[in-house]
């Protein structure tokens, strides 16, 4: 029985096949919620703290927020120098540029880390998906050998040799995909 290996058979539970055809096709889709589950199980209480600040500085209103503020700022510096007052932060506002700076800084290390995060679970998913692709072409290729070996069993069957189906039965070499995509071909 070809089984699979990694990620994949951590995810999918081949001891205990489907029993109806509407279990079958969640089958991929369970495994890819149960894999953002554990993820989001793993994330430790300080990075999902990271994840809503990001995701609360990541909306579109915050920078709609931040720019009438700023103005606000701005123009309440120049009316009150027009009036004669003593403003806050004169022209070329430079508490103003501290304080954007002072918080860019942090908020950048905030996206940067959700994105982080973020990968590792893209990363996840991938591996999960190439392990699933590599089992499906196991499967593939041990049907078609099933098949061949059938048609040459059937006595009704006239016996013929065929290149391209013995092929087929032949799963493919990942180390040589893996090289392939390491060592990519030039273009001619």
Same mark, same amino acid.
């Given at each position: 029985?070809i089984e ?5 058979? +951590?995810?999918?539970?081949?001891? /205990? ?15 890819t919620?149960?894999l953002?589950?554990? /993820? ?7 990075? =999902? ?18 720019v @009438? ?10 009316g009150a120098? !027009? +009036?004669?007052? /003593?403003? !806050? ?13 002072i918080?860019?800084? @942090?908020?950048?290390? !905030?996206?940067?880390s959700?994105?982080? =995060? ?20 196991? *499967? ?21 040799t065929?290149?391209?189906? *013995?092929?087929?039965?032949? @799963? ?7 090289d392939?995509? *390491?060592? @990519?071909?030039?273009?001619?």
């Amino acid at each position: 029985m070809i089984e699979p290996t990694g990620l994949a058979a +951590a995810v999918i539970d081949v001891t /205990h096949p489907p029993a109806s055809p509407d279990q079958l096709d969640a089958g991929p889709a369970s495994a890819t919620a149960r894999l953002s589950a554990d /993820h989001q199980l793993e994330t430790a209480f300080v990075q =999902r703290i990271v994840d809503r600040v990001t995701a609360f500085v990541a909306r579109p209103w915050f920078v709609i927020m931040l720019v @009438p503020v700023m103005l606000a700022w701005i123009a309440g510096n120049y009316g009150a120098r !027009l +009036a004669g007052w /003593h403003a !806050l932060d004169a022209p070329p506002f430079n508490w103003l540029q501290t304080v954007v700076g002072i918080v860019a800084l @942090p908020i950048a290390g !905030l996206i940067l880390s959700s994105q982080r =995060r973020q990968d590792q679970l893209s990363s996840h998913r991938e591996e999960l998906a190439l392990e699933l692709a590599i089992l499906n072409d196991q *499967k593939t290729s041990k049907l078609i050998a099933l098949l061949e070996e059938l048609r040459r069993d059937t006595p009704i069957i006239s016996d013929r040799t065929d290149a391209i189906a *013995k092929a087929m039965s032949t @799963p493919a070499d990942t180390q040589v995909v893996i090289d392939a995509i *390491k060592n @990519p071909a030039p273009f001619d």
